[in-house]
């Protein structure tokens, strides 16, 4: 079975471009949510979606939306980058909203020149 | 207070050594929790659920302690693929639907 599948695995912007980043859970799980890194510290949340609702959403500027599709898949955007955006996005899929376990992506490394 | 709390370390150990990584967190409400391994610009892993009776998987043995807040790990006889940032993980902040992150803890097994 295929895990959490994450596209594209490295992109590099100009500050005020805008980005777009996807990714595909595991099969039969309805819930994704994304995460920021940076360089030394721990995931940071942005957002949760389950059933194509946002149920949850982190301490991020409105830069910062997603979406989830029919097929669970989704999409982070970026607008306006910033040198600062600069990080890994990693995507997590679970079952269902709730304390579930999360399996994450490969991440999406963003770099802004 | 940051919402989860680990030491950074670096852990520096030679292989067979036991170790253990210490972690807090102040949500009193939170609901579940875990330890993830990540290793240099991958993704993390999930390493184990910690359970309030405490569980343990070969060398590993997690434990919670609700009513201090604080959570732990037990690496025993360290082999050299356990060097890796070990993420201390709980979920739920305010709105219920977040997983926290600590920093992580740094391990480098040496032989």
């Known amino acids: 079975d295929a895990g959490v599948t994450q596209s594209p695995t490295h992109l590099i912007k100009t500050r005020g471009q805008q980005v777009t980043l996807r990714c595909s859970p595991i099969s039969g799980h309805k819930s994704v949510s994304w995460y920021q890194q940076v360089l030394g510290q721990g995931p940071q949340f942005i957002f949760q979606y389950y059933e194509k609702e946002e149920r949850g959403r982190g301490n991020f500027p409105d830069r910062f939306s997603a979406r989830q599709f029919p097929n669970y898949s989704s999409e982070l955007n970026v607008n306006a980058l910033l040198l600062g955006d600069s990080a890994l996005y990693l995507c997590?899929?679970?079952?269902?909203?709730?304390?579930?376990?999360?399996?994450f992506g490969q991440g999406t490394r963003l770099t802004v020149v | 207070r940051k919402e989860v709390e680990q030491d950074p370390g670096p852990f520096n150990v030679p292989e067979g050594a036991t170790v253990a990584f210490n972690c807090t967190y102040s949500?009193?409400?939170?609901?579940?929790f875990f330890w993830y391994r990540q290793d240099c610009r991958k993704e993390p892993k999930l390493l184990m659920s910690?359970?309030?009776s405490g569980n343990e998987d070969g060398r590993f043995t997690a434990q919670l302690n609700r009513a201090s807040q604080y959570i732990s790990l037990l690496i025993r006889d360290s082999k050299l693929s356990d060097s890796a940032t070990y993420l201390c993980?709980?979920?739920?902040?305010?709105?219920?639907?977040?997983?926290?992150f600590g920093k992580g803890t740094t391990l480098s097994v040496s032989s």
């Open positions: 997590a899929s679970s079952l269902q909203t709730g304390s579930t376990e999360a399996f």
């Open positions: 910690v359970y309030s």
């Open positions: 949500n009193s409400a939170s609901q579940s």
């Open positions: 993980v709980v979920w739920g902040n305010q709105a219920g639907t977040a997983l926290i």
